[in-house]
């Protein structure tokens, strides 16, 4: 069994794509899944497979949702060891509470191309910054996130891929929760 985190993008969210964590939660024991646990109504799904391709794991949840609740809701899974990379390759390592820094990741679908990249590259803000490194982009958000230019929308329409971003709590705990789960 391999331990994954699957985080659904855009439930939730300004009452669109409601769904309960209870009912998250059954529909992956539906699929067999084990071990399978909530973080926050956002759409963050620690559980056990005993599929090792995520991109497989990805497609099943993807198309059982859909099924399920009829409407589709795209999906990224990493694991827990992945995450832990994503937190520890951080660019801001350093960020002042005090100015308002908040650090934020958004986790990509796919690669984007060389051409996306210029595209996000050419949309730098004066206020807020990013760095894009594989799969992750890190955002250090200066003042409030519901305000900066680097909205989960925008860095997928720039970049041509399905994502998602939490914040840089949300990931840590994540990372706590699967290894508190792994560690029963």
Same mark, same amino acid.
């Given at each position: 069994m391999a331990q994954y985190?699957?985080?659904?993008?855009? =439930?939730?969210?300004?009452g669109q794509k409601i769904i309960k964590m209870d009912r998250l939660r059954q529909l992956f024991e539906s699929m067999n899944f084990t071990d399978v646990s909530t973080y926050i109504q956002s759409g963050n799904v =620690?559980?056990?497979a005993e599929e090792l391709d995520a991109a497989i794991l990805r497609d099943r949840i993807v198309h059982e949702l859909k099924e399920q609740l009829t409407y589709d809701i795209p999906v990224i899974i990493r694991t827990p060891a992945e995450l832990l990379e994503v937190v520890q390759d951080t660019p801001y390592a350093a960020v002042n509470v005090d100015?308002?820094?908040q650090r934020y990741v958004t986790f990509l679908s796919q690669a984007p191309t060389e051409a996306a990249l210029a595209k996000l590259d050419a949309a730098q803000s004066e206020v807020d910054e990013y760095q894009v490194k594989g799969l992750t982009v890190y955002l250090l958000?200066?003042?409030n996130y519901g305000d900066s230019?680097?909205?989960n929308n925008f860095i997928e329409k720039k970049l041509g891929v399905s994502a998602t971003t939490r914040n840089w709590e949300t990931v840590n705990k994540l990372i706590q929760l699967a290894d508190s789960s792994s560690n029963k």
């Open positions: 985190v699957a985080m659904l993008r855009g =439930i939730n969210v300004s =620690i559980f056990e100015e308002n820094e958000i200066r003042k230019k680097f909205s």
